[in-house]
């Protein structure tokens, strides 16, 4: 894997690992003035911006009016140097989402969302990803294109994403603890409850502990089957080791 195409992995995932982000807007209010606000978001599974926001929230009166918008995340460091964590910006262009198909999906990643169906007009945006500001620490730094940040479209789609994760989370609880504990150092000796959230082509969501955990897989996956074979290859290595 070339250095580019790492750097942009490196990316998604810390995008994966933040469930906030910073969104700012061109303000309609402050004459154009940029202006920040944070938001849950998720991904889709090739790599868009996916956030729901009420029609009365300041930054969706801004993105109706000029919908260039740029987000946000950083890996928070809990001490020292904080330019020694990663941080990404990404811009494009928002819009409506009509079909409201990933809605589900952002539900299963979110479910304190669901109360807000009814309330105020929430609504479903995408921003289509157009660059890609990367730093991953120092001397980490990349411009990455959208052909590199984005994944080809899986051979599933939202309907079977739930399918998988339910499977999962109805037959396979034991496996995403096993995963969990092997995976993450923190949750080595975790012995509550673990759910999976998301499926994607490049890994998954994990939520414990009401912490939510992205898991990459070794290989992108393209199919169901090829998902299937990673996560129960995953499950066991994790079992392999902590049985020993």
């Not at 409506?96 to 809605?103: A, I, K, R």
């Not at 034991?174 to 923190?186: F, M, N, P, S, T």
């Not at 290859?233 to 902590?242: E, F, G, P, Q, S």
Request: proline share 3%.
């Amino acid at each position: 894997m070339n250095e580019r195409i790492k750097a942009a992995r490196e990316a998604r995932v810390l995008a994966q690992n933040s469930d906030t982000a910073v969104l700012s807007t061109i303000s309609k209010k402050l004459m154009g003035y940029p202006f920040g606000s944070v938001s849950p978001f998720m991904l889709s599974a090739e790599g868009q911006v996916i956030f729901y926001v009420s029609d009365i929230a300041q930054h969706a009166r801004n993105l109706s009016v000029d919908n260039r918008l740029s987000i946000t995340v950083f890996d928070a460091a809990e001490s020292g140097d904080q330019n020694t964590h990663g941080r990404l910006t990404l811009t494009g262009n928002a819009r409506f989402l009509v079909d409201e198909s990933l809605g589900e999906l952002y539900f299963q990643r979110f479910p304190d969302a669901l109360s807000y169906r009814n309330a105020h007009d929430f609504k479903f945006w995408q921003m289509d990803v157009e660059h890609i500001r990367y730093i991953g620490g120092f001397g980490k730094i990349f411009w990455i294109n959208p052909a590199e940040w984005l994944l080809p479209e899986p051979q599933w789609n939202s309907t079977d994403a739930l399918q998988m994760i339910q499977h999962m989370n109805d037959d396979h609880a034991d496996a995403c603890g096993l995963i969990l504990r092997h995976q993450k150092v923190e949750f080595r000796n975790y012995a509550g409850s673990v759910k999976m959230s998301s499926i994607y082509p490049d890994g998954f969501h994990l939520i414990a502990d009401e912490r939510s955990v992205f898991i990459p897989f070794e290989t992108d996956c393209v199919t169901s089957g090829e998902v299937r074979k990673q996560l129960v290859k995953m499950t066991n290595a994790a079992r392999n080791v902590i049985a020993a």
